[in-house]
């Protein structure tokens, strides 16, 4: 049984962030920001995270909000692809 099929690919999980580099060809580093509660003080908390993310065509550059879906590896970090730019960077 192979999980190629759309329901297993509507399972993937999607992530929204701000690309912070676009120095690699084909490769985005993107920074999601969640937030967390802190079990003894109580105090809401804002954690970032990065991601490498796989950009095939290179259309999304430093500064933009994108939404990222997790993938097969395709590298020893790549386990996410850009699947679509929400907001472009002010230039």
């Not at 049984?1 to 060809?25: A, C, I």
């Not at 580093?29 to 809401?44: G, W």
């Amino acid at each position: 049984m192979t999980n190629n099929t759309p329901e297993s690919r509507s399972k993937r999980k999607v992530l929204r962030g701000v690309v912070v580099s676009d120095r690699m060809p084909k490769t985005r580093v993107v920074s999601v920001e969640h937030v967390v509660n802190h079990a003894f003080y109580n105090k809401t908390l804002r954690r970032n995270h990065k991601f490498y993310a796989h950009d095939e065509a290179n259309e999304s550059k430093s500064g933009d909000l994108v939404e990222i879906t997790s993938m097969r590896p395709l590298s020893a970090l790549k386990r996410w692809r850009v699947s679509k730019i929400v907001e472009k960077a002010a230039q």
